[in-house]
């Protein structure tokens, strides 16, 4: 069936870096595109970005760019992200989810189908 | 950034209800606007994408409309099932938003 296996949970120091992976399986992985969400504790849904598959464009949350790398490796199905100079805001579970895999300018005329189970990312001293 | 407004925050419907849940845009998305469930401890689930298009496996009672800036999700007959928190998200432009989300509660 399909669906997106994730990484497991983390934890790391401020300052430091995490690199969440995205396994998918049952569907053709470079027809798609996987967008980033996180969710601080007790809190809503946060978009980070998005990565065409595809093509290989990316979009990243204004506040995240500089911080954020979003990947995916064909040759395994998988996508990533890292997230770099971690702060303790950073906390929260992170969920990656399938999209389309070409959106004109960004626009994409659907939602996120199918999700990963999500990964907690905590980041405290 | 396009900036989404959900309405209610929270409501308590009892089993069998209707309920009605609305989201404002602050500039036009088209039809370019998503509607997610979550229940506690889980990913989001999709319902409908595009305003109106129910995703497949998703029961009939939950149906969506609108356009432009303003839209609405509906659940008829809601099922116990149903008690979760709903969050609107527009895919128009970028930064892709959701909105704050509405906790649907047993009454």
């Known amino acids: 069936q399909v669906q997106l296996v994730q990484s497991g949970a983390e934890v790391k120091k401020p300052g430091a870096s995490v690199k969440v992976s995205c396994k998918a399986s049952?569907?053709?992985?470079?027809?798609?595109?996987i967008s980033w969400v996180r969710q601080a504790p007790g809190q809503g849904l946060e978009w980070m970005g998005w990565?065409?598959?595809?093509?290989?464009?990316?979009h990243y949350a204004h506040n995240l760019q500089g911080r954020v790398t979003m990947t995916a490796d064909t040759s395994t199905s998988t996508a990533y992200m890292e997230l770099r100079s971690l702060r303790s805001d950073d906390t929260a579970v992170y969920y990656c989810a399938r999209g389309l895999g070409y959106c004109s300018g960004g626009s994409c005329p659907s939602g996120m189908d199918v999700w990963g189970q999500g990964t907690t990312v905590t980041v405290s001293s | 950034d396009i900036q989404m407004t959900q309405s209610p925050s929270s409501l308590s419907a009892s089993v069998r209800d209707r309920v009605t849940i609305t989201c404002r845009t602050s500039?036009?998305?088209?039809?370019?606007l998503n509607w997610y469930q979550q229940k506690p401890g889980k990913a989001p689930n999709l319902l409908i994408s595009a305003t109106s298009s129910v995703q497949s496996g998703v029961p009939s009672r939950f149906s969506g409309s609108g356009s432009g800036t303003d839209f609405t999700l509906t659940i008829s007959n809601l099922q116990p099932e149903d008690f979760a928190t709903y969050y609107c998200?527009?895919?128009?432009?970028?930064?892709?938003?959701f909105g704050q989300g509405t906790k649907v509660e047993i009454k």
């Open positions: 049952g569907y053709s992985f470079t027809s798609y595109g």
């Open positions: 500039q036009s998305v088209g039809s370019y």
């Open positions: 990565i065409s598959v595809y093509n290989g464009n990316t």
């Open positions: 998200q527009q895919s128009y432009s970028i930064p892709w938003t």
